[in-house]
């Protein structure tokens, strides 16, 4: 979370300053308001600054330099003051230029103390690191501190305004990076921030009370409800926000994992550790759906309570173990016929259009599994062992 320059826009002394290009790059963070005193600004800025002209630059010719120089620098955005002592009017050539690279450009009348508005900037800067301090602090030691005062951290929670109601539960925002994106210049955030800046704002239209983490490539976000039933429509409005930042950020791959609502704050870190349990199954698994619950995931459930991966391993081999060797031998198919003829519920033509083959293709496959392995797959229980050790397998990711 950190103040963008759609943020100033809800300010007071903001409502007399006009946005004029740019739009689209609204999103870039605003580290600091900074007033021009010389034609360049290069050397005086580190990028990510609002920078504010008044009457040192005149000419198009060098607004249009200048305008140039913040792109470059990777500037926020510029405020240039305008009336009769200042600048008439921001030339279109300015404003084209300024639309076409999304740099935020406004004009700000004369009139307006300069003082009032760069100070009410650096209040909502210097409040929102709070806020990012006081959140990063309180979740991060409620899900990774070993020493945790359960009755304190309640206290703290009240203090400083941060909600929790009966039932809290945990949702991690996993984000992996476009190929192309190699690190964050100077004035924009990373990706994670930007999700994280985006979940806050849509949760707060919506009245739903969330502290957010970013950890890693993960956003954190706690939220809590008063009733169970009230925390799967919190939970279900977070699918719709992970479905629209997926359309905003379409070249990342974004996941959303659940952990259970608990009642008890000690159960909260529980909540994130299914979330990261999910999570790290539903992306090895290579599922396209990419929102996954913990309590949806039924047998997996199980498998994650045994410590033992190698009694994991010697299970699905037991049953599987003939089909693996002639499939490899052979180059064939035969255990992910076995998978979907029991994904199938042992229906051929359902089966066969899952595998895009010939049904007399399916029935030769089925009875080269059934010698193979010398058992009925018609029968219940059998279906049921062998359909348990195909999800063992999927679990190990082999």
């Given at each position: 979370?950190?103040?963008?320059?759609?943020?100033?826009?809800?300010?007071?002394?903001?409502?007399?300053?006009?946005?004029?290009?740019?739009?689209?790059?609204?999103?870039?963070?605003?580290?600091?308001?900074?007033?021009?005193?010389?034609?360049?600004?290069?050397?005086?800025?580190?990028?990510?600054?609002?920078?504010?002209?008044?009457?040192?630059?005149?000419?198009?010719?060098?607004?249009?330099?200048?305008?140039?120089?913040?792109?470059?620098?990777?500037?926020?955005?510029?405020?240039?003051?305008?009336?009769?002592?200042?600048?008439?009017?921001?030339?279109?050539?300015?404003?084209?230029?300024?639309?076409?690279?999304?740099?935020?450009?406004?004009?700000?009348?004369?009139?307006?103390?300069?003082?009032?508005?760069t100070r009410e900037i650096t209040d909502l800067i210097m409040r929102d690191k709070f806020e990012i301090k006081?959140?990063?602090?309180?979740?991060?030691?409620?899900?990774?501190?070993?020493?945790?005062?359960?009755?304190?951290?309640?206290?703290?929670?009240?203090?400083?305004?941060?909600?929790?109601?009966?039932?809290?539960?945990?949702?991690?925002?996993?984000?992996?990076?476009?190929?192309?994106?190699?690190?964050?210049?100077?004035?924009?955030?990373?990706?994670?921030?930007?999700?994280?800046?985006?979940?806050?704002?849509?949760?707060?239209?919506?009245?739903?009370?969330?502290?957010?983490?970013?950890?890693?490539?993960?956003?954190i976000c706690l939220a809590s409800a008063p009733t169970q039933e009230k925390a799967a429509e919190a939970a279900?409005?977070?699918?719709?926000?992970?479905?629209?930042?997926?359309?905003?950020?379409?070249?990342?791959?974004?996941?959303?994992?659940?952990?259970?609502?608990?009642?008890?704050?000690?159960?909260?870190?529980?909540?994130?550790?299914?979330?990261?349990?999910?999570?790290?199954?539903?992306?090895?698994?290579?599922?396209?759906?990419?929102?996954?619950?913990?309590?949806?995931?039924?047998?997996?459930?199980?498998?994650?309570?045994?410590?033992?991966?190698?009694?994991?391993?010697?299970?699905?081999?037991?049953?599987?173990?003939?089909?693996?060797?002639?499939?490899?031998?052979?180059?064939?198919?035969?255990?992910?016929?076995?998978?979907?003829?029991?994904?199938?519920?042992?229906?051929?033509?359902?089966?066969?259009?899952?595998?895009?083959?010939?049904?007399?293709?399916?029935?030769?496959?089925?009875?080269?599994?059934?010698?193979?392995?010398?058992?009925?797959?018609?029968?219940?229980?059998?279906?049921?062992?062998?359909?348990?050790?195909?999800?063992?397998?999927?679990?190990?990711?082999?």
């Amino acid at each position: 979370m950190s103040v963008t320059c759609q943020d100033l826009l809800t300010l007071k002394y903001f409502e007399r300053i006009k946005l004029v290009a740019g739009p689209n790059g609204l999103d870039r963070t605003v580290t600091w308001p900074y007033v021009g005193q010389t034609s360049t600004v290069s050397q005086w800025v580190h990028g990510g600054e609002l920078l504010f002209i008044t009457g040192i630059v005149h000419s198009a010719d060098k607004l249009k330099d200048l305008i140039l120089e913040c792109i470059q620098k990777k500037l926020a955005g510029l405020v240039i003051l305008v009336g009769n002592e200042y600048i008439n009017s921001i030339p279109e050539e300015l404003l084209a230029q300024a639309d076409a690279a999304d740099f935020p450009l406004f004009e700000m009348p004369w009139d307006v103390k300069l003082i009032d508005v760069t100070r009410e900037i650096t209040d909502l800067i210097m409040r929102d690191k709070f806020e990012i301090k006081k959140s990063k602090n309180f979740l991060g030691r409620l899900l990774f501190a070993s020493d945790v005062d359960y009755r304190q951290m309640l206290d703290t929670a009240i203090i400083n305004d941060i909600h929790l109601l009966e039932y809290k539960f945990i949702a991690v925002f996993n984000v992996s990076h476009p190929a192309d994106e190699i690190m964050t210049d100077a004035g924009h955030d990373s990706l994670e921030d930007k999700l994280q800046h985006s979940v806050d704002s849509l949760c707060k239209e919506k009245q739903l009370p969330v502290t957010t983490l970013v950890y890693g490539n993960n956003v954190i976000c706690l939220a809590s409800a008063p009733t169970q039933e009230k925390a799967a429509e919190a939970a279900a409005y977070l699918e719709t926000v992970c479905g629209l930042l997926s359309q905003l950020y379409s070249g990342s791959n974004l996941y959303l994992s659940f952990g259970r609502p608990y009642a008890d704050v000690e159960q909260i870190k529980i909540s994130y550790q299914e979330a990261q349990k999910a999570l790290l199954l539903w992306k090895k698994m290579g599922r396209s759906n990419h929102i996954v619950y913990y309590s949806q995931l039924g047998l997996y459930r199980l498998l994650f309570k045994i410590d033992d991966k190698e009694e994991i391993r010697e299970y699905y081999h037991y049953n599987l173990g003939v089909l693996l060797q002639h499939d490899s031998k052979n180059n064939s198919e035969l255990l992910e016929t076995l998978r979907q003829y029991l994904y199938c519920n042992g229906n051929l033509v359902k089966t066969s259009q899952a595998l895009f083959i010939h049904r007399n293709t399916l029935l030769y496959r089925l009875n080269q599994i059934r010698d193979l392995l010398g058992r009925d797959i018609d029968d219940a229980l059998v279906r049921l062992e062998l359909l348990s050790s195909i999800v063992a397998k999927d679990y190990l990711g082999e």
